[in-house]
């Protein structure tokens, strides 16, 4: 167990270094066996790349560095998990054996909080300050792809034999189906993003393309292609049309869910779930062991899903009155979107309302 007190050095995001990523992900392979992308230091080296509030805190001892801690900061010191609002996975890359105090590292980081909503578990630096945690439904390909097609078999019957039937249907009627799993067109990718924020916005949510540094940042991570984290645009062609895309990120051995959207003219079809079951029979063949779809309730991914890892939400403070003010915006926030995430009626009300300002906002 490492008992001194690490020395910490603060650099921007995009200025780590080749050792710096290797040493980064080799640690994280040391820690887990889920090797999230988002947690890999190429995702926070591209947040980097297109957000000047983005720092690393990386920690040595001995002359050997022993961690590092992604965030942004904004002023008075207020900090958020890299890519908050977009990350799928928050935290910190520690050696296994570092002990650390959390204020230490809020102080090197002149943050008076750090707030998140994906932490994954295992944080135990950051568990004691979560003030919520859901489910991220994933699904385990460690058997392999027939085993998985046995499991939906079973625990959501008829669910593949329709989705395979209406691809027969959509071969039939609109012409010859074609999956490429990592397209590297760059007009699906558009295309992909058209769907997307025209679902944003007709479901009354904020439009994340919107944000010139999301719509920057998904530009540069589609040009990634590193082992730890590579960005995977899979299309789902009918007579060389795309009918339904999805991107999102991928390591060697986990595919991380992250922007899924069809062409609705095609949506009696259901082009999304025959997309999903051929990136997932890919991903099986191409060594992937996890899909995680990350968190959020959508009947989608209790259709296919195995079963589900736990996500954190809270804020680390300190006793600064900058913590003070963040807990007075954040915190009652917080709690009105609990209460209506774990009312059903409630929920169903918010969605409703939702909906009908995404119409307005289209007549």
């Known amino acids: 167990m490492t008992t001194t007190a690490p020395r910490i050095a603060i650099v921007h995001a995009r200025d780590l270094t080749a050792a710096d990523l290797d040493r980064w992900n080799e640690l994280r392979a040391a820690t887990t066996t889920a090797a999230n992308p988002f947690m890999s230091a190429q995702f926070s080296q591209a947040v980097g790349r297109v957000r000047d509030d983005t720092r690393v805190a990386v920690l040595r001892r001995g002359g050997r560095t022993v961690g ?12 958020r998990a890299v890519g908050l609002g977009v990350s799928d996975c928050q935290g910190a890359v520690l050696d296994p054996d570092l002990r650390l105090d959390p204020h230490q590292l809020m102080r090197a980081c002149a943050l008076s909080t750090w707030e998140f909503n994906h932490l994954e578990s295992g944080q135990d630096l950051f568990l004691p300050y979560a003030t919520g945690r859901f489910a991220s439904p994933v699904v385990d390909l460690t058997p392999g792809f027939e085993a998985y097609e046995r499991h939906l078999h079973a625990h959501a019957r008829g669910f593949l034999k329709t989705a395979r039937s209406q691809e027969r249907r959509l071969a039939r009627n609109a012409g010859p189906v074609r999956f490429v799993q990592d397209d590297r067109s760059g007009a699906a990718l558009r295309a992909l993003i058209a769907w997307k924020s025209a679902q944003y916005r007709r479901t009354g949510r904020r439009d994340p393309f919107a944000q010139p540094w999301i719509a920057r940042l998904v530009d540069t991570l589609s040009a990634t292609t590193a082992a730890d984290c590579t960005g995977t645009l899979s299309v ?14 991928r390591s060697r051995t986990v595919l991380s869910c992250w922007f899924p959207a069809y062409d609705r003219a095609f949506a009696g079809y259901s082009p999304g779930r025959i997309l999903y079951l051929r990136m997932i029979e890919a991903a099986a063949e191409s060594g992937i062991r996890l899909v995680d779809f990350g968190r959020g309730d959508a ?7 195995t079963g589900d890892l736990l996500v954190h939400e809270g804020a680390l403070r300190t006793a600064d009155p900058a913590a003070a003010l963040h807990w007075l915006r954040h915190e009652p926030l917080r709690v009105a979107h609990h209460l209506v995430r774990t009312h059903p009626a409630l929920k169903r009300a918010a969605v409703r309302a939702l909906h009908t300002v995404g119409t ?3 007549r």
Do not use: T
């Open 68 to 79: 590092y801690f992604p965030y942004q900061r904004s002023r008075w010191g207020c900090g």
């Open 236 to 249: 789902l062609y009918a007579a060389g049309r795309p009918v339904a895309a999805h991107f999102g990120l």
């Open 299 to 305: 009947p989608y991914k209790n259709s296919f899903k």
């Open 360 to 362: 307005l906002r289209h």
